[in-house]
Nanobody, 122 residues
Framework: QVHLVESGGELVQAGGSLRLSCAAF????????MGWFRQAPGKEREFVAA????????YYADSVKGRFTISRDNAKNTAYLQMNSLKPEDTAVYFC???????????????WGHGTQVTVSS
């Protein structure tokens, strides 16, 4: 069992940057792959990025490739999402998720945070 808490979301202008954090409690995230997803109003939750338990491999949605970077610090029990060159279409609630096996579908993750709001103004 692992409890996830996201932070770092806020209002930012287009072209700006944000770093989201996902702090884990109750278990070490070194046992888990970590993923970031987002959900815009009226849309389904979608995959953003994922990272293996060791951090050796990362995966990104095409829409964020080259702009976002997922990372993790297992010693701090925290995962991160660095978001650069933000666009208005990146506006969404961002969720982190954890599972024993890495995936890109929401159904593949057992543990979820409550999300943090990112709003990008034009």
């Amino acid at each position: 069992q692992v409890h996830l808490v996201e932070s770092g979301g806020e209002l930012v202008q287009a072209g700006g940057s944000l770093r989201l954090s996902c702090a884990a409690f109750g278990n070490s995230i070194s046992n888990y792959a970590m993923g970031w997803f987002r959900q815009a109003p009226g849309k389904e939750r979608e995959f953003v990025a994922a990272i293996t338990w060791s951090g050796s491999d990362t995966y990104y949605a095409d829409s964020v490739k080259g702009r976002f970077t997922i990372s993790r610090d297992n010693a701090k029990n925290t995962a991160y999402l660095q978001m650069n060159s933000l666009k208005p279409e990146d506006t969404a609630v961002y969720f982190c998720a954890a599972d024993r096996i890495l995936g890109i579908a929401t159904t593949e993750y057992d543990y979820w945070g409550h999300g943090t709001q990112v709003t990008v103004s034009s």
